[in-house]
């Protein structure tokens, strides 16, 4: 898979993760008005995952195609937060 495609997809993970974890924290703590920026910022994030990726055009994302280094911290970044996340609502 091209490193654009799947930055993209990471992205859109990151986005619908971030989504959920606001989701989670107002479930906990009740709504705040910090968390509609969370929520805002996850659905922006995604968003731009879904336009790339329904208009087949990833060349937003082609700087990872070359720099394969930048690609690598963002796929170590986005499995940081995943495992962050998941082990703060276990």
Do not use: N
């Not at 959920?20 to 906990?28: E, I, P, T």
């Not at 994030?45 to 690609?71: K, M, N």
């Amino acid at each position: 898979m091209d490193r654009a495609k799947a930055a993209v997809y990471l992205v859109g993970l990151f986005g619908m993760v971030t989504v959920g974890q606001a989701v989670g924290l107002a479930s906990m703590a009740g709504f705040e008005p910090q968390l509609t920026l969370f929520v805002a910022g996850g659905l922006v994030i995604g968003g731009i995952a879904v336009r790339s990726l329904y208009q087949d055009c990833y060349e937003d994302f082609a700087v990872f195609r070359r720099h394969e280094t930048l690609f690598w911290a963002v796929v170590a970044g986005v499995a940081f937060y995943l495992v962050s996340v998941v082990s703060l609502f276990a």
